[in-house]
């Protein structure tokens, strides 16, 4: 550090004025040693650079030489120098100053400016220090080798999560009370009595109250307090008996009504109901099953003689019917005729139409009768109903349903399964056996269900296997849209179209017939009518259709027909085949006739028109290959082609207003079910019919039609 100075006092009346300005500048030296003393500062990251200023200060009096003053250089460790300079030059021409303060009149400022600039070298001298050294010199010569080295790749990690863990909450204790209550033979002697010892009691109450009253009167002047005391007693001892005998009421009512809601005390009211029902009609429940009739025992007889009496009735009835098989030979000229058994109708069945009859497969007691309309616009409420023969006067089972149905039909395999068929194509399953009346499947929801009214329903086994042995059921329906569908029951009802029936044409081959214009058609599909499977080849099936036709169809081709039948002029309502006679089968139509047909043959053997009113139904007799039963709206028609192909055998008028609708013969016994617009199913016997010896061969039926198909015209 240089510096001058005139005097070495100074004196505030001298009239020059004295400045010196120091500057420290380090040598270097200096510089090596504090790079040397802070690298290791540096190294660490824990260095701070600090400059430090040192300005003397300054004392003026007077102007100053400014040419005189020296100039201060402030250099930093690399020498350079890092003089502050003012930011401010009032003159551009003018030389920049080289001082950071100028002196000026009046102002002080210091007289000695200093820079001097070092770093931090103090540090923590722990353990750690060193061993934080040696970490980053490590880190340092690791990122400098990293780049385009082969040795480290990236990849990446997955975080695995946490095993879980199982939790417990505890609840609040749970306090448990036993309580008993006991019950002596006394107690229950006491319930079961309560009304008997209220009874009694009861006039006993009253002849005390009486008495006690006259008392009253008599020691009214006397004691009058005693006499209000036994009034008193009096009137609580009756308000006590009028609550129990109240209480007692109650119990009774709620008894009785636990004892009418059981089902065992129902179960036993069936069965009592069916009892009684079976001695109502005895008589005619006899002569529908071809039993003898059982007379009524007179009162006071004793049951020695009731016994005795008992076995002459039967041998008596046995020599009748002897006697009967001789003379029936004689009685030849009286002629058949129906008697009226009974009917199955309720209040339920009122003004319904009988649309389907169907026995049970397995139970032969077990009737389906569906209540229904045919006209679209006579559409109302719909029922299906069984009936059984110990009952005649209410149905076993009722299924209610806002459409009219149109076919009933028991399943073969499963017999307790009912096929409901109705009028908007929906198809229902029910369970007989439950008293529940909904449908356990039914196709509401199918894709594939019918959008027309299904006028048949019938269950088909089918062979499944070469043998036979192993047989397959499903159900089969035809509705008026055309379709005849195949239900299988498997998760739902599922089906597949066994045919889809084409409106066909009539083209004319005759020589000389001028061809006529093609119809105009409103739909290509001819709507079903009726349908009927062969007995013994169930892959063969009759179609009858709204046009008139009879197809006879093949299940192993649903767009074709094998052979088409046409004679009818309306719609075909029923084709049946004959059980005697598998070639033989018969339909009526709306056009009136009633028509027999041979499958080989596409022309009916016989025709017949007895009335001009429309045939809705035809039945084979079960018994004999001749017989048959047609409904029309104003008669039912029993025929035996045995006797007569031109008169019905009997002929049975309905009442006014009534028409027939459907027919069905008994399984075991020479009766028939005939239904009407009334809701009524009325059950005929029989009488007097001819009886042959070969009333059950087929081949003379086949021989009767071949006789009728050889006579002229």
């Known amino acids: 550090m240089s510096g001058s100075s005139s005097s070495g006092r100074k004196s505030p009346m001298h009239s020059s004025v004295f400045q010196s300005k120091k500057s420290i500048s380090f040598t270097e030296k200096a510089k090596d040693s504090l790079k040397k003393g802070h690298a290791g500062a540096n190294q660490s990251r824990m260095g701070v650079s600090r400059n430090l200023i040192i ?44 001082k950071l303060l100028s002196s000026q009149e009046g102002l002080l400022s210091s007289d000695i400016l200093a820079s001097y600039s070092m770093y931090q070298n103090t540090m923590n001298r722990s353990t750690m220090g060193q061993f934080t050294r040696h970490r980053n010199n490590k880190y340092e010569t690791l990122c400098r080798n990293r780049a385009g080295n082969d040795l480290y790749v990236e990849r990446m990690m997955q975080t695995f999560n946490g095993a879980p863990k199982n939790k417990d909450v505890q609840c609040d204790k749970i306090i448990l009370e036993d309580q008993g209550v006991m019950a002596t033979a006394w107690d229950l002697y006491d319930s079961y009595n309560a009304l008997e010892l209220a009874l009694a009691a009861k006039p006993s109450a009253v002849d005390s109250s009486s008495k006690a009253n006259a008392l009253s009167k008599d020691r009214d002047h006397t004691l009058p307090g005693s006499a209000t005391d036994k009034t008193s007693e009096t009137s609580s001892l009756m308000d006590l008996e009028s609550v129990i005998l109240t209480k007692v009421h109650e119990d009774e009512e709620d008894h009785a009504d636990t004892i009418m809601k059981s089902d065992k005390f129902l179960q036993d009211l069936f069965f009592m109901e069916r009892v009684l029902m079976e001695n109502i009609f005895q008589p005619k429940l006899a002569a529908y099953r071809q039993l003898p009739v059982l007379k009524e025992p007179e009162p006071g007889e004793p049951e020695d003689v009731l016994e005795g009496e008992k076995v002459e009735e039967v ?44 026995w049970n497969k397995t139970n032969p007691d077990l009737l389906a009768v569906g209540y229904g309309h045919f006209g679209f616009k006579e559409q109302r409420r719909g029922l299906a109903c069984c009936w059984s023969i110990k009952n005649p006067m209410w149905p076993e089972r009722v299924y209610p349903s806002p459409y009219g149905v149109t076919a009933v039909d028991f399943s073969i395999g499963t017999p307790n399964l009912l096929a409901v068929g109705y009028y908007n194509g929906t198809i229902a399953i029910y369970n007989v056996q439950s008293s529940s009346n909904v449908p356990v499947l039914d ?52 089906s597949h179209d066994l045919m889809r029936l084409k409106r066909t044409t009539i083209s004319s081959n005759k020589k000389g017939d ?43 081709y649903n767009e074709q027909y094998l052979e088409t039948y046409r004679r009818h002029k309306g719609p075909v309502y029923k084709v049946t085949w004959n059980p005697f006679c598998p070639d033989t089968f018969l339909s009526c139509s709306a056009d009136w006739g009633i028509m027999v047909w041979q499958q080989e043959h596409l022309q009916p053997f016989l025709s017949f028109y007895p009335t001009t009113h429309v045939v809705y139904d035809v039945a084979w007799s079960p018994k004999s290959s001749y017989i048959f039963a047609a409904a029309n709206e104003s008669r039912v028609e029993i025929w035996d082609l045995q006797m007569s192909t031109l008169d019905p055998l009997i002929v049975n008028i309905a009442n006014p207003g009534i028409k027939f609708t459907t027919v069905l013969f008994a399984k075991h016994t020479d009766c028939l079910l005939v239904g009407d617009s009334d809701g009524q ?20 039926i086949n021989a009767l039609l071949g006789c009728k198909s050889n006579q002229p015209g």
């Open 55 to 98: 300005v003397p200060e300054m004392k003026m009096t007077e102007k100053v030489n400014v040419a005189s003053t020296k100039i201060i250089q402030v250099l930093d460790k690399n020498g350079v120098d890092v003089t502050p300079r003012p930011l401010y030059c009032a003159d551009l021409h003018a030389a920049k100053p080289n």
């Open 315 to 358: 041998e008596e009835v046995k020599k009748e019917e002897e006697e009967e098989i001789e003379i029936s030979t004689e009685q030849s000229t009286i002629p058949a005729n129906l008697e009226r058994l009974w009917s199955f109708s309720c209040d339920l069945t009122k003004g319904l139409n009988v649309s389907s009859l169907a």
């Open 443 to 494: 196709s509401s929801e199918s894709p594939q269900k019918h959008v027309g009214p299904v006028w048949q329903l019938q269950w088909i086994e089918q062979d499944r296997g070469s043998t036979g042995d192993d047989k397959r059921e499903f159900l089969v329906s035809i509705s008026a849209d055309g379709r005849i569908s195949k239900w299988v029951i498997r998760k739902g009802l599922d």
């Open 514 to 556: 001028k061809e006529k214009k093609g119809e105009a058609l409103i739909s290509r599909q001819a709507p079903g009518m009726c349908f009927a499977f062969h007995p013994k080849d169930t892959n063969i099936y009759l179609v009858g259709t709204e046009e008139g036709h009879i197809h006879k169809c093949s299940c192993s």
């Open 681 to 700: 199913v009325a059950v005929y016997e029989l009488r007097n019919m001819p009886s042959a010896s070969d009333s059950g061969r087929g081949d003379t």
